[in-house]
């Protein structure tokens, strides 16, 4: 089928995020210019018809959602964190094979 190379999961995550983003992006930017061009350039009453009222309320919570989804995609972190590459650990420390001798001049120590 494809012979193109194979991606990880963390490049198809970012993959599907920046194409949700995008989509949801559209979608904003369509509702906005669809109010704006709605209060612009569409003659209206001096006071607001019920479909007009209707109309707005139903939008401000969708443009609010898909606001919170937007900056939750591109402030979210990645599931898996990417985690250094290990170390080698040090050798531990040989016990010494002979006791200690302490010298009878060391008066030092009680």
């Known amino acids: 089928m494809l012979n193109g190379p194979r991606f990880t999961e963390s490049e198809l995550m ?4 920046f194409t949700v983003g995008l ?8 509702i906005v210019f669809v109010i704006l061009y709605s209060l612009m350039f569409i ?6 018809s019920p479909n007009d009222a209707k109309f707005f309320e139903l939008i ?22 990417e985690l250094p590459p290990k170390q080698e650990e040090a050798p531990a420390l040989e016990p010494p094979k002979e006791p200690l001798q ?3 001049n060391d008066d030092h120590i009680a």
């Open 14 to 17: 970012a993959r599907l995020k």
């Open 23 to 30: 989509c949801l992006a559209f979608t904003l930017t369509g």
């Open 43 to 48: 003659e209206q009453p001096m006071a607001q």
């Open 60 to 81: 401000t919570p969708i443009a609010t959602f898909l606001t919170g989804i937007l900056s939750g995609i591109m402030l979210g972190k990645s599931e898996k964190p």
């Open 102 to 104: 302490l010298d009878s």
